[in-house]
């Protein structure tokens, strides 16, 4: 497994490495620990992770005893299918909390070659990301809100229109996560693949372990991943509180 993932999953799921790298299931009480991943803050009412063969999760003192008890023994590798989903939010409706999102997650590790050659390549840094604010073009490329904190874009244009964008935000001081818009009229044409494998070579030279995560139904942005020169490391899913 990978040391950075291992080492930031201990954080963000209040545990140890040695924690995240055996083969027993993990249940911890939740506190906000320093270098975590930023993500909706707020309460963590429960949240958990599927990864190295086992489930990680984390929560509200009551909430991740139940789930204890409930899952201690379940297979973490099924732990995502839908009838482990269906066990947990029974579950979690006595607490007034339902599933609120569910990702795989992917990583990258090594550089790779990206022909742009077709393509004029602009990267964004910084305030220069700004006079992308408010477009909604974007909105899977950059967040704009805050934390975590936009740091990079690469755009390709051609003929003077841009085509595609991809983005990263420092989720942590480790691991830094991708988004993508591609055009409609430019679908198809690998664009996204080529523009989250130049970002991901970025955040590399950074010294950071760039991340992608992205619906268990989109097959296509998993195909994007994949052809980008990421590998799937982890799913992961967070609750939220019932609103009446």
Not at 22 to 48: D, H, M, P
């Amino acid at each position: 497994m990978n040391e950075i993932l291992a080492k930031q999953l201990a954080i963000d799921f209040c545990t140890d490495v040695n924690s995240i790298l055996s083969k027993e299931n993990v249940f911890t009480e939740y506190k906000q620990l320093e270098g975590r991943r930023i993500f909706k803050e707020g309460e963590c009412y429960f949240k958990a992770a599927s990864v190295n063969g086992k489930i990680v999760a984390s929560g509200r003192k009551d909430i991740i005893q139940w789930a204890r008890e409930k899952f201690k023994t379940e297979n973490g590798a099924w732990f995502m299918d839908m009838g482990c989903l269906h066990n947990l939010e029974d579950g979690l409706l006595k607490f007034h909390c339902r599933i609120g999102q569910a990702h795989p997650f992917y990583i990258a590790t090594e550089k790779s070659d990206v022909d742009t050659k077709d393509y004029d390549i602009k990267i964004f840094i910084g305030d220069e990301l700004e006079q992308f604010r408010g477009d909604k073009r974007f909105g899977e490329a950059f967040i704009f809100d805050g934390l975590p904190k936009d740091e990079i874009g690469i755009g390709a244009y051609k003929d003077g229109r841009l085509l595609g964008m991809a983005g990263a935000t420092s989720d942590s001081d480790r691991m830094w996560q991708i988004g993508i818009n591609v055009m409609p009229e430019a679908e198809g044409l690998g664009i996204g693949t080529m523009l989250v494998a130049a970002i991901k070579n970025e955040i590399l030279d950074k010294n950071r372990l760039p991340f992608y995560g992205t619906a268990m139904s989109h097959i296509a942005s998993q195909k994007v991943a994949l052809g980008a020169g990421f590998v799937p490391a982890w799913s992961e899913l967070y609750c939220e509180a019932i609103k009446h």
